[in-house]
């Protein structure tokens, strides 16, 4: 069964950082796309990053600059290193990951993870 599960989050003062992360428990090489998302209560979740089996991060442009999304594939972790927090990134974090199956995309949840930025 895939699952994905992320901690990390917490409690941090503006300015300061967080390094989030997603355990697959699955080889992560299994997902063709791993995203970060993030959401407030009552509104929409919002994309933060992205980064494919192979290729380039991708970033919104709220957090490019801040944030580096990475991967270790010998240990099926996703990292989300956030620098330069802001209040506006209080958020609950998620990991997302979609896998290819005979043609069909399937996709995966966590559970997800607060993040507080305040002081």
């Known amino acids: 069964q895939v699952q994905l599960v992320e901690s990390g989050g917490g409690l941090v003062q503006p300015g300061g950082s967080l390094r989030l992360s997603c355990a697959a428990s699955?080889?992560?090489?299994?997902?063709?796309?791993i995203h970060w998302y993030r959401q407030v209560p009552g509104k929409q979740r919002e994309w933060v990053a992205t980064?494919?089996?192979?290729?380039?991060?991708a970033y919104a442009e709220s957090v490019k600059g801040r944030f580096t999304i990475s991967r270790d594939n010998a240990k099926n972790l996703v990292y989300l290193q956030m620098n330069s927090l802001k209040p506006e990134d209080t958020a609950v974090y998620y990991c997302n990951g979609k896998t290819n199956q005979a043609g069909q995309l399937y996709d995966y949840w966590g559970q997800g993870t607060q993040v507080t930025v305040s002081s």
């Open positions: 980064i494919p089996t192979s290729g380039t991060p």
């Open positions: 699955v080889s992560i090489l299994r997902f063709v796309i």
